[in-house]
C-alpha cells in the first residue's frame, strides 16, 4: 500500500469521503486540499458505465473548455505549401513535413500536439508505433487530421482537451490549475460533463456516469453529486 505524507494526510481530513459535493463546494475543497508548492494540475475522472470492447461505446473526442487548462500546448503542424503557411500564421510552434517526421523518427518530442493535414497522414503513419503508445498520433476524431489548420491550432491553444475512454471505461482528464477561481473549475467540469451526456451510446443500459470524482495533483478525490452536475448553470 502506497505510505501518504502528512500534508496528504491533514489535507485527506477535510474530506468527507462518504459524501457527494455540490460542483462549486468541491472545486474550492480541491483548491483548499492541494499540498503541493506548484501550482497543481486539476482533474476530473468520470466512471462510466462502458464497454470499450463495442465500437460504439469506446468514446474519444475533444473538446475546447471555456477557461483552458492552463497549459499552453506546443503544437506541430505537418504540412505543405498553403497549409504550411496557414499553419505559421496561425501560431503553430513547429511546421514541416517530411523533414519533420524524420526528426520525430530520430527521437525529437519537444511538442505536445501533432496536427496534419490528410494527404500527410501515410507518410506519419510509418511513426504509428512510436507516436501511438505516447497518445500522439493525430485522428480525425479529435480535429487533428483536417485541412483547417489554423482553426485546428487556434483552438488547441485555447485550451482544447482530447477524452478517451480507458480499459475499464473510465474518462481522465485535466480541467484547469488550482489558481484557477472555483467557478472557472466547475464551468470546465460541466462543459466536459455536458459533452459526455450528450456522447451517450444507445446501447447503455442502467446509469451512465456512475460516479465523479476530481482531484489535484497529489491531492486526495472529492466526489461530485451528479444531481448538482445536472442542474448546475453556468
Known amino acids: 500500500m502506497m505510505r501518504r505524507g502528512k500534508k496528504y494526510l491533514e489535507a485527506a481530513k477535510l474530506v468527507d469521503k462518504t459524501k457527494e459535493y455540490d460542483l462549486l463546494d468541491a472545486t474550492k475543497l480541491v483548491k483548499k486540499t492541494s499540498t503541493v508548492k506548484f501550482d497543481a494540475t486539476v482533474e476530473v475522472a468520470f466512471r462510466l458505465n462502458l464497454d470499450p470492447r463495442k465500437a460504439e461505446q469506446n468514446l474519444r473526442g475533444a473538446i475546447v473548455l471555456p477557461h ?3 497549459k499552453v ?7 505543405q505549401g498553403e497549409k504550411a503557411k496557414e499553419a505559421q500564421a496561425a501560431g503553430a510552434d513547429f511546421v514541416g513535413d517530411a523533414d519533420i ?3 520525430i523518427s530520430k527521437g525529437w518530442f519537444d511538442f505536445d500536439v501533432i496536427v496534419a493535414t490528410p494527404d500527410m497522414m501515410a507518410q506519419l503513419g510509418k511513426l504509428g508505433r512510436v507516436l501511438g503508445p505516447k497518445g500522439l498520433m493525430p485522428n480525425p476524431k479529435t ?3 483536417t485541412m483547417d489548420v489554423a482553426n ?3 483552438e488547441i491553444k485555447a485550451g482544447k482537451i482530447e477524452y478517451r475512454v480507458d480499459k475499464v471505461g473510465n474518462i481522465h482528464s485535466s480541467v484547469g490549475k488550482v489558481s484557477f477561481t472555483e467557478a472557472q473549475l466547475a464551468e470546465n467540469i460541466h462543459t466536459l460533463y455536458e459533452k459526455l451526456v450528450q456522447l451517450r451510446p444507445n446501447t447503455v443500459k442502467g446509469t451512465y456516469i456512475r460516479n465523479v470524482t476530481v482531484s489535484s495533483s497529489m491531492g486526495p ?3 461530485v453529486s451528479r444531481d448538482n452536475l445536472r442542474e448546475f448553470k453556468k
Open 221 to 223: 478525490g472529492v466526489k
Open 68 to 70: 483552458g487548462t492552463g
Open 73 to 79: 500546448s506546443r503544437v506541430v503542424v505537418i504540412a
Open 152 to 154: 485546428a491550432v487556434n
Open 143 to 145: 480535429g487533428t487530421v
Open 101 to 103: 517526421i524524420e526528426k
